[in-house]
């Protein structure tokens, strides 16, 4: 293709976006509506996954040291503990924090018991909470370790709600993209229905099917791209907007949401590829059959 015909028919499909106001509006608006259900779905489901991963990291494992040791010989079992790949952090807490602890607000019911009675210990965070059976026994092997306190079942049942959770966001972000592509593709094949004469004389006077296609294609590309920047931005709003509504809420911590700064790749990478995916898909399958005059 010359270039003086390239940018003709670029300017004409780019034409084409006012030319056929209704319908240009129609197709943004159902490419925005479509894209703001996804993000916010996808946004939605993403947080509920970090709130229940966050959760999943209280179940944190107790490591107590044999009570024959020193303060400092205790201390120095931390090291070892460390070493081990699955752990992410370890806590140490002496007898007397972990009497403190313990009676915090009972102290007259516990008073003067001995700290000496406590063992030291180390609070073990880890990297992988389904892990937690094979670390365990490594745990256990460590010289100075006198027992080591579990929480398998809560471990694994938030493993199980994250596993099912991932499932569910897959399904559900799969189904509402094929939904949105059909209801899409039909909008943009009545923007075509609508021009059907414009097609059929053009290729009466000799058009080819891609000098006629290309200027369809430009402007489906513009109207998806535009649908999806303004769906972005939206979504960049309402989203920012329900994390200050909710960060003045102090009473509900667990709802806390991510940054939208966490989300901003992803949300731009898929808002901009569905843009394009949709205007060229939308383009492509609508003018086909209209092309066969």
Known sequence: ???????????????????????????????????????????????????????????????????????????SVGSQINMIENVQQSTFVTREQALADFVAGQEDVYAGVDPQTIQDRFVVTLEDNSLMRQTVPLL????????????????????????????????????????????ISNTVKLAMYDRRDEIAIMKMVGATNGFIRFPFVVEGLTLGIIGAALAFFIEWGLYNTLVKWIAGMNNFNLLELVSFDELLVPMVATFGAAGIFVGLFGSFTSIRKFLDV
């Open 140 to 183: 256990q092997a460590i010289t100075g370790v006198s027992e080591v306190e579990a929480p398998f079942d809560l471990a694994e049942n938030f493993g199980t709600l994250q596993h099912i959770l991932q499932i569910v966001s897959l399904a559900i972000v799969a189904l509402l993209l094929v939904v949105s592509l059909l209801i």
């Open 1 to 75: 293709m010359k270039s003086n015909n390239f940018f003709y028919l670029f300017k004409e499909g780019f034409k084409g976006v006012f030319q056929h106001g209704f319908m240009s509006f129609a197709a943004v608006v159902v490419t925005l509506a479509c894209l703001l259900v996804i993000g916010s779905c996808s946004a939605l489901l993403y947080n509920v996954n970090e709130i229940v991963d966050r959760e999943s990291r209280n179940a944190k494992i107790v490591v107590y040291i044999n009570d024959t040791y020193s303060q400092a010989e205790a201390r």
